[in-house]
């Protein structure tokens, strides 16, 4: 079957096949979808292909174009492309089914929706917004976007992105009309981030607000917009009359939500776990715990020793309700026994979770209670379960637990959580060591019944000297496996009977786990059981390859046996590919055995090193042009990671985030304080690309108490700055103002006179972002002065723009162009193309307002220096401004195409701009 996809890039399908087309054969395409059903005269194509000067042969080209195309839409079921007439008439139509194209298929659901919508009927209403969330799934990007600055698709893309906006309307207002106004507001808020002057969309936003009893953001959506439309000139007494309601509380209560379907939502939950084995009365009651309260929000505390599988146990328990929760299922594991001593926060688990449920990066709230009310919100009135594994107490998850009815939460951990059962009414779910026929059972599975059936009296003593848990047996039955040539009897009696154990399983079970570890362990090589001890020195939850290289002073290729070695004893678990993980309590043997191992120092170094060289290597190509940071050289056998390019770059970071972290606060306990500032200072612009506001604070502060430590007085006054520009992010102006403070006073008790500069020209930005530019402007002064008495010349330049940035703002547009001349000029004479770009941008904008012309010119400088220094973010912003311009000087064509080379770096690069360039560009279409 022949599909063909206009809603994103031109997409073509036959059957299961995606179809590749040049860029020649994508117009011609386009051109006839356009044009769908009606002939195009081949003079026309020719003419919307080539411009009105075609080159020579044009018609016999367009000939073997169709042609091609012809194949590749495949004609079996007769011509897709018709040739109407011949000649010099010709013409050509795409003759294909309505619904073969997305966007047929996209208007026939909307307009549905819409109609079933209008009826107000409960049910048909629920079924207007299954219809209309279909359709907005057949979205991939912007509708051809291939061809999307051809003149052709313009208006066909104009109004289909006004049909996808009128949709998400509809769909937001059926979501509201079923109560489900947690899910309205994720889609009204990214309309209005679409169109920000939509005053349609503003008030079913505020009005779904208002119904989650957040009123606060209600009432500020109105005011936000009543400023946007009134500095266009537009009066908005609706939205003007609604602000006045929310803000005396004046609209009616919510009501109650309808009945509602199963639409798609997040999964978290991890794979139902093929080896589970019995447990049957315990999943039973775990059901009934969790069904027990369907009108509130019940949460299930599984507890029992390590390694009696509370894990697989809490996984397969979610997985047997699934049907019960069909608006997802949430998952974490906060790491609460990790011997890394760095578990997971309630934060950075928030953080996680609203993720998954959609919440953009820039609209995640700054303090854990609001983002708590905000996940809150979005469980309001659906059926989510949470699973909450290895925690350590109940501070760590409270935040976590949904408390909407409906949902529930299934929390798991060694420790009995008296504060969860009083407080939240969680109900203990504790799990004993497995009965023994579950434990032959278990042993079957991965040995075979026969093997067992020769020497039951071997299988007994095996299950009695496991203590019955999982966990243990399992390695055992791995040993057996990998060697069918042992007898069990033989494996059994390497297995001595008793003690050992207390150290993992909280002295509640006597079970010989270490004797069991012991074992498998001495079966190693010994560079796999070398390998085995330096992972406790690893700083995160996992790890990748290149960091055991690291770890082990190896190389890769010499480590990846003896990896292999552990993972075929299930001393390592290779949970996602290339990354793997010791489950906590082979860890915590392996840090045992390590604990007298000379070369823990040393591996524990290297693993720090690693991480640092290659946040450093990685943070070189998210901002190329920032001043490096004087480290040592690595040691030798640490594995220097590079990476091809910013998306790989982002990606490491992604994916060691935790590991960073940990890496932080295990060189500060360490005695490796030397490590922690650098490595905080290299992660901080990841932290602020991803809006992880809050590890960039704690990443400084442990920055700041390192530097300290060492009487590093420039280091600690440096990080004070770092922490204070994470705090203007999260705009907590006055803590940003107190940090700026201790920093001002370190580099004056230093005589740093351009420290001292830096930290004022950083308060001139606190200031410009709470609005304040008078002061903004008084700081950026003192900055000046400073520099100019260091004879700090490359300061100097670029405080004379900051100086002009903020004249301009101030409306003293003449000043800001004589300061942000004289910046130019200096840093033309010093050679900082980066602040020369930065001064031609704001000579853009001070002479927008005084010579369009010249301020055009201004800012094509500019982009013409983040090109050469592949500075993408800023070229993608000048862009913008650039669009802007063009736009205001009537040349709307050339802003059309300064804000599609704008959007397109903004979305590669995940920038949270894109939304503003994408409004832009809708609202011009």
Excluded at 92 to 110: G, N, T
Excluded at 210 to 228: S, W
Excluded at 428 to 450: D, I, K, V
Excluded at 609 to 614: D, R, S
Aim: charge should be neutral.
């Amino acid at each position: 079957m022949l599909r063909i996809g206009v809603l994103g890039p031109v997409r073509v399908t036959l059957g299961q096949r995606p179809v590749r087309l040049g860029p020649k054969l994508v117009e011609l395409l386009a051109i006839l979808l356009v044009e769908a059903g009606s002939a195009v005269p081949a003079s026309r194509v020719v003419e919307l292909l080539w411009g009105t000067t075609p080159p020579p042969g044009a018609r016999a080209t367009l000939r073997s174009h169709v042609s091609h195309l012809r194949r590749a839409l495949g004609d079996a079921d007769g011509p897709v492309v018709v040739t109407v007439g011949s000649g010099a008439s010709a013409a050509y139509r795409l003759d294909v089914p309505a619904d073969s194209v997305d966007h047929r298929r996209f208007e026939r659901w909307c307009a549905e929706g819409r109609r079933l919508l209008d009826t107000g009927e409960p049910d048909l209403t629920e079924r207007a917004a299954a219809l209309l969330d279909r359709a907005l799934a057949l979205w991939r990007g912007p509708a051809f976007a291939d061809v999307a600055d051809r003149s052709f698709v313009l208006p066909e893309v104009a109004r289909l992105d006004a049909t996808r906006r009128t949709a998400r309307r509809g769909y937001a207002e059926a979501l509201s009309a079923l109560g489900r106004h947690a899910e309205a507001i994720a889609q009204l808020s990214g309309a209005l981030v679409d169109d920000p002057y939509d005053e349609a969309v503003r008030r079913l936003l505020a009005l779904a607000l208002y119904a989650e009893q957040r009123v606060d953001e209600a009432a500020e959506v109105c005011r936000e917009g009543l400023v946007l439309l009134q500095e266009r000139g537009l009066d908005a007494p609706e939205l003007h009359e609604l602000q006045r309601d929310i803000l005396h509380r004046r609209l009616p209560p919510r009501p109650p939500p309808a009945d509602r379907g199963k639409p798609l939502r997040p999964c978290l939950l991890p794979p139902d776990p093929p080896q589970f084995v019995g447990r049957a009365d315990d999943l039973a009651q775990g059901r009934k715990l969790l069904r027990s309260a369907p009108d509130g929000s019940p949460v299930v505390l599984v507890g029992g020793p390590a390694g009696v599988g509370k894990t697989l146990f809490a996984v397969r328990l979610a997985h047997t309700v699934l049907d019960d929760f069909p608006d997802g299922q949430l998952f974490v594991t906060m790491r609460g026994f990790d011997p890394t001593g760095t578990p997971v926060t309630a934060g950075e688990a928030l953080r996680g979770f609203l993720d998954a449920l959609g919440v953009p990066p820039d609209r995640v709230p700054a303090t854990i209670e609001a983002q708590a009310g905000l996940y809150r919100s979005l469980l309001a009135d659906r059926r989510v379960l949470v699973v909450l594994d290895n925690v350590r107490d109940a501070e760590q998850v409270r935040p976590l637990l949904p408390g909407a009815a409906g949902c529930a939460a299934v929390v798991v951990s060694r420790n009995q959580l008296s504060n969860l059962v009083v407080a939240e009414g969680a109900r203990p779910l504790r799990l004993a060591p497995l009965p023994t026929h579950e434990c032959r059972e278990l042993m079957a599975r991965r040995l075979g019944a026969t093997r067992l059936a020769g020497e039951p009296a071997a299988v007994e003593a095996i299950i009695d000297a496991c203590g019955r848990l999982p966990l243990a047996l399992a390695i055992v039955a791995a040993r057996a496996a990998a060697h069918p040539e042992f007898t069990l009897a033989a494996l059994a009696a390497e297995l001595p009977p008793g003690g050992g154990l207390d150290a993992f399983t909280g002295g509640d079970t006597t079970t010989d786990v270490r004797a069991v570890f012991s074992w498998s362990y001495h079966g190693l090589t010994r560079g796999a059981a070398r390998l085995f001890r330096l992972l406790a020195a690893h700083p995160g939850p996992d790890f990748a390859v290149a960091a055991v290289a690291s770890l082990a002073g190896q190389a890769a290729d010499e480590v990846r046996p003896a990896l292999r070695e552990l993972a075929a004893a299930h001393l390592v678990v290779e949970h996602v590919p290339g990354r793997l993980l010791l489950h906590d309590l082979l860890r915590m043997y392996a840090a045992e055995l390590g604990r007298d191992d000379p070369e823990l120092p040393a591996a524990r170094q290297r693993a720090v090193e690693h991480y640092l060289a290659a946040a450093l290597a990685a943070d070189r190509l998210l901002w190329p042009h920032r001043d490096p940071l004087e480290v040592p050289p690595v040691a030798a056998g640490v594995a220097v990671e590079g990476f091809a390019d910013q998306p790989a770059a982002l990606a490491w970071f992604d994916a060691e985030h935790a590991a960073l972290l940990a890496g932080l606060e295990q060189a500060a306990r360490h005695g490796l304080d030397r490590y922690v500032w650098p490595l905080a200072w290299a992660s901080t612009n990841f932290f602020a690309r991803r809006g992880h506001w809050s590890d960039w604070v704690r990443a400084g502060q442990a920055g700041v108490a390192a530097a300290r430590r060492q009487g590093d007085r420039a280091a600690e006054a440096e990080a004070h700055r770092t922490v204070g520009g994470a705090y203007v992010r999260l705009h907590r102006f006055d803590a940003a103002r107190e940090h700026y403070r201790q920093a001002l006073e370190l580099f004056a008790g230093l005589d740093d006179l351009v420290g001292q500069g830096f930290t004022h020209r950083s308060l001139g930005w606190l200031y410009e972002q709470r609005g304040d530019i008078g002061e903004a402007l008084r700081q950026d002064r003192r900055a000046l002065e400073l520099f100019q008495r260091a004879g700090h010349e490359r300061g100097v330049a670029s405080t004379l723009n900051s100086v002009g940035w903020c004249h301009a703002l101030l409306g003293e547009h003449e000043q800001a162009i004589v300061h942000c001349r004289r910046s130019l000029t200096l840093l033309e004479r010093v050679g900082d193309p980066v602040g020369m770009a930065g001064a031609w941008d704001s000579l853009g904008y001070a002479y927008r307002h005084l010579d369009i012309e010249q301020a055009i010119a201004c800012y094509r400088e500019a982009l013409a220096l983040y090109e050469r220094l592949g500075d993408r973010p800023n070229e993608a912003i000048t862009l913008r401004y650039l669009g802007e311009t063009q736009h205001a000087s009537g040349d709307r064509a050339a802003a059309r195409r300064s804000w599609r080379r704008s959007l397109d770096i903004l979305t590669e690069i995940e920038h949270p701009d894109a939304a503003r360039v994408r409004a832009l560009l809708t609202e011009e279409l």
